[in-house]
RNA sequence: GUGGGUGUAGCUCAGCUGGUUAGAGCACCGGGUUGUGAUCCCGGGUGUCGCGGGUUCAAGUCCCGUCACUCACCCCA
């Protein structure tokens, strides 16, 4: 039997996995930068929280939950998502008792049961970033810049912001009927029928030319807001602008699941093939309350790592690279051996990064893998030296080589890095 | 869940209409040099040809199944 990652999951090696870690810390700094905290909650959470919060009409719930019963028989689901978890959390422990808005980020794995693609796997990595307890606009334009700078640090630059505003529980319900009816008129297929039944909206989005055709149109959300949505949207594009953010009107933009209105947007990026969505976030006003909690606004976005390395890949901007050492030991039989081991423990103690070579290799073998650890100096010792009380000491780049009382190594090696 | 494509060394790939011990480049390991890394020279294949069956005197090559990856649909980060 030979093992290998679950299907649509995969394992992050190096050197990639510097970029990734680079790449979750670039998402995350801007939020870190505007005060948001940490916040880490369990991987799985009661099943029937996704199902009320998330919304049992989505697919995200109906088809694609990691769901399974534990030895107690409680019903428990692998997160699909984060911001359920994080609102949560957030009504338990009464977060948002004290000052308003509570800022949180994220980072970690969420899966979904869905078949395997290019940029979508069923384990997949998101950095998160949620604002609870303030419904102002202000609020919502700062989230979408975070995103935004987000991005815009890893370097990449072709990437669309999609706005749009999904409306409240006042102004949805009608636009929704007048939709239902619109669609009802059309020659559409049984499933797409049902849809229309199920979740209009979602029938917008279809990405089918022929249905596109048939949509031309269409009522859309943006051209039916209520007097306070509309005002509210107002406010949330006349704030990006002033920060300098770029969007593009997106009436047709659905997301996956229930919770959003409002401000909802998403980062498209045209490298990633059909799944060209790299991140995605909205104001979610009625989760809370959905699943239990008190009425507790929020706003917040989920950024994918694994979907951003591949549209960094598609610009061909450098990735970060492994992570180097700055001192390699080089030594030249057991007795340098045992030195240089009590000499990178000192290095490292004062903050240099070392490493050296084990396992007995040549002198030869020994200098190819201090050149390729990236090492700024070799520290090459023998019995002579070891004899003479001072190592070699070699600038790998320059090739030059000096000798160094061995007490005086370290303090030398600090200096010569600084 | 639906449909198409691809699976040969760590990586990228070659292997013609089935034919003998399965190859190349890169990478890796060792040696040239028990005291010096990128170059150079020499040596080393590190392989369950994804897996399982079938056809055949003979299968990496043909057929079936299966698994994985991949592309599109659906959906989404």
């Known amino acids: ?78 997160r699909p998502e984060g911001t359920a978890g994080v609102m949560r959390a957030v009504i338990e422990h009464k977060l948002h008792a004290g000052q308003l808005p509570v800022k949180l980020w994220y980072a970690g794995p969420n899966f979904r049961y869905e078949r395997p693609q290019h940029g979508r796997y069923r ?18 334009a700062e989230v979408v810049a ?16 999609l706005l749009t505003s999904l409306g409240d529980s006042t102004c949805r319900p009608p636009y929704r009927a007048l939709l239902q009816s619109f669609l009802n008129r059309l020659e559409l ?14 029938v ?35 704030r990006l602008a002033d920060v300098g953010v770029q969007w593009e009107e997106a009436p047709q ?32 006003d009625g989760l809370s309350a959905a699943i239990g909690g008190p009425e507790l606004t929020g706003i917040g976005w989920a950024l994918g790592v694994d979907r951003t390395l591949l549209a960094m890949r598609a610009e061909d901007i450098a990735l970060p690279t492994r992570s180097r050492v700055q001192v390699y030991g080089v030594p030249l039989g057991a007795a340098a051996a045992e030195r240089l081991f009590v000499l990178v423990a000192s290095l490292r103690a004062a903050g240099v990064s070392a490493d050296l070579a084990y396992g007995g ?46 007490d005086a190594l370290v303090a030398t090696i600090q200096e010569l890095l600084s």
Request: proline fraction near 4%.
């Open 1 to 78: 039997m030979r093992f290998s990652a679950p299907k649509g999951s995969y394992d992050v090696l190096p050197p990639e996995s510097a970029a990734f870690l680079a790449v979750r810390d670039a998402l995350s700094r801007p939020a870190i930068l505007a005060g948001y905290e940490y916040i880490e909650t369990p991987i799985f959470e009661d099943t029937a929280l996704f199902a009320r919060g998330v919304g049992e009409s989505t697919d995200v719930v109906s088809k694609e939950m990691y769901t399974f019963e534990d030895k107690g028989g409680r019903s428990l689901t692998l």
């Open 204 to 238: 917008l989005d279809d990405k089918r030319p022929e249905v596109q055709a048939e949509l031309e149109g269409a009522p859309v959300m943006v051209d039916h807001l209520c007097r306070d949505c509309a005002e509210h949207y107002d406010g949330v594009r006349t």
């Open 361 to 406: 290799r040549g002198l030869k073998g020994a200098m190819k893998a201090a050149d390729r650890s990236g090492a700024a100096y070799a520290v090459v010792l023998g019995d002579r030296d070891i004899e003479a009380g001072a190592a070699a000491l070699k600038d790998l780049r320059s090739g030059e080589q000096i000798a160094v009382p061995l």
């Open 253 to 284: 933009l659905v997301r996956g699941l229930d919770y959003y209105m409002r401000t909802t947007f998403e980062f498209v990026h045209s490298g990633l093939g059909s799944q060209s969505a790299i991140g995605g976030g909205g104001r979610y």
């Open 189 to 202: 297929d049984a499933d797409t029928r049902r849809r229309v039944e199920l979740n209009p909206l979602r």
């Open 123 to 140: 384990h997949f990595t998101q950095v998160g970033a949620e604002a609870i307890g303030v419904d102002a606009p202000m609020l919502d």
């Open 146 to 161: 975070l995103a935004w700078d987000g991005y815009r640090a890893l370097g990449l630059r072709e990437f669309r912001l």
